[in-house]
């Protein structure tokens, strides 16, 4: 007899991916002001608070009985609203960036149309689908990640990472409001997607899924920041491809971009598909409340 | 059934996505018109644009790359582009781009004005190396000594020189433009001048607030 598969690895990738999301493609975003680095780290803290706070929520009306039960159904469509916005803005994020980058003829809509019609394929098929790619797909994105900045560590300048003064409060929760939109509050949906999908309450797995994908965020944050300054990366629509762009190796790999390009879409496109399908599967499960 | 379907789409896949190959005429002249270097120098109130260009063609292993230099004046740097573009039979491939030759004559704003045109131009890499010259179009239109392009000499000498640790430039396109954002005023790039054996490393040009101010001499040792 086989033992009946668990998935926390899988589950760790598509965590990871959902902080990824599409958060890798603007990181460093404009709006963090001067305090960029410090700023993220409150952000991924707060995502951390974010999760542990959400869990306990998530396990009593999900799986709790009773009185708590009837609570469960405005936490379901509070989550598959949120979840529907977060799958807007991997979808509007990437399709700017294709838009921009790689098909600057082709119109908006069809674009959005082919990815739309890709992630709710994905999202239509069986859990296990996602999971594997999920899995899949962290495992080549942690490598590219840590290769390219690994690759581009000769052109680093420190002084661009350097903290001159340490901001004001003020100054400190500016930099960190578009991270904590981005990379904080999607950690709400995490909990309510594992317990939903998994039936049981699990941390561990989850838990180390955001780590991983705050860890790789913050690569992808700080190669940008080394490499171009807080300035000009946050002028950067698309700060990491433009960091990649940088990176040759010899004479003959001087434009690897490419490899990004599809570390975009993996993201986007597993951040738009587990959205899809925690939106529609809470939905449905809101209306067969009692 | 299904699987037949599946190879089905396939197999007319694989005949549409090769479609052009049975063209007539195509097979033998699938040119690339792939830009090595830009240069930059003020005429008046217009701007000359001079892209050095090889033709790579891909179809026919036998001819070899060759390197021709076009220059078209405007009142732009888009418009100037434009022009060389018109002049060619299919599209110029910007993202080969390796060195953008800054003419010493040009204003401040002429400066900004390609600094953000690069910045906005994704085709061009972050990564190509400036280098300022008298006469961008007189630099880049000479024969080739020791790679297929005049734009990939530069490279090579500002590579060796790097390695060899002579003299260390940061003159990378966003190495100085990280430098600007930052507000640093002063800025350089190697100065090339062209000699009958082809380019040379020359000094260094020193910028203050986007305007050329002086050529630094650099030691025998170093060029």
């Known amino acids: 007899m086989t033992a009946e598969p668990t998935y926390n690895k899988h589950l760790v990738g598509l965590t990871a991916f959902f902080i990824l999301g599409d958060a890798i493609i603007s990181l460093p975003v404009a709006e963090s002001g001067g305090a960029s680095l410090l700023g993220f780290l409150v952000a991924a803290l707060a995502a951390v608070a974010i999760f542990f706070a959400a869990v306990p929520i998530a396990n009593c009306l999900l799986l709790g009985k009773g009185r708590a039960r009837l609570l469960s159904a405005p936490l379901l469509l509070a989550a598959a609203v949120y979840a529907f916005y977060n799958a807007g803005l991997s979808l509007i994020k990437y399709t700017d960036f294709v838009s921009r980058v790689l098909l600057p003829e082709t119109p908006r809509f069809f674009i959005a149309a082919l990815f739309i019609f890709i992630a709710a394929y994905l999202a239509s098929r069986r859990q296990e689908v996602i999971l594997k790619l999920s899995l899949i797909f962290i495992v080549a994105a942690a490598v590219t990640v840590v290769l390219f900045f690994l690759l581009s560590v000769k052109d680093y300048n420190a002084e661009n990472i350097a903290i001159k003064k340490l901001p004001d409060l003020m100054e400190l929760f500016s930099g960190a409001k578009p991270y904590i939109f981005k990379i904080s509050l999607p950690a709400l949906l995490i909990p309510v997607y594992s317990t939903l999908f998994t039936g049981e309450s699990r941390i561990r797995a989850p838990f180390f899924g955001l780590l991983t994908g705050l860890g790789v965020t913050a690569l992808c944050l700080l190669e940008s920041l080394l490499l171009f300054g807080a300035p000009l990366a946050k002028r950067l629509a698309f700060p990491l491809a433009a960091a990649v762009s940088t990176v040759t190796v010899g004479q003959l790999f001087s434009r690897m971009d490419g490899i990004v390009y599809c570390l975009f879409f993996a993201a986007a496109l597993i951040k738009t598909a587990v959205c899809m399908k925690l939106a529609f599967f809470a939905l449905s499960k809101a209306k067969s409340q009692p | ?223």
Do not use: W
């Open chain 2, 1 to 223: 059934m299904k699987r037949l379907s599946v190879c089905l789409v396939a197999v007319l896949l694989c005949c549409m996505l090769a479609g052009c190959s049975f063209r007539s005429g195509s097979a033998g002249n699938d040119r690339r018109f792939m830009v090595t270097a830009l240069g930059f120098s003020e005429s008046g109130d217009n701007i000359t644009v001079t892209a050095e260009i090889v033709t790579v063609n891909s179809e026919s292993a036998k001819a070899e790359p060759s390197p021709q230099t076009l220059s078209y004046t405007a009142n732009g740097i888009t418009k100037a582009l434009c022009g060389i573009a018109n002049s060619l039979s299919r599209p110029m491939l910007l993202e080969h781009c390796g060195v953008i030759v800054i003419g010493t004559t040009l204003s401040a704003e002429r400066l900004r004005e390609i600094f953000d045109y690069c910045f906005k131009e994704n085709r061009i890499t972050l990564s190509a190396y400036m280098i300022s010259t008298d006469d961008p179009t007189a630099l880049l239109d000479g024969e080739p000594v020791s790679s297929v392009a005049v734009g990939y000499d530069i490279m090579g000498i500002i590579g060796q020189k790097s390695e060899t640790g002579k003299i260390k430039f940061e003159n990378r396109y966003f190495e100085i433009e990280s430098r600007r954002e930052k507000g640093e005023r002063v800025f350089s790039m190697p100065y090339f001048a062209r000699t009958e054996d082809g380019v040379t490393l020359d000094g260094s040009a020193v910028f203050d607030s986007d305007k050329f101010v002086i050529k630094a001499e650099i030691s025998e040792e170093m060029k």
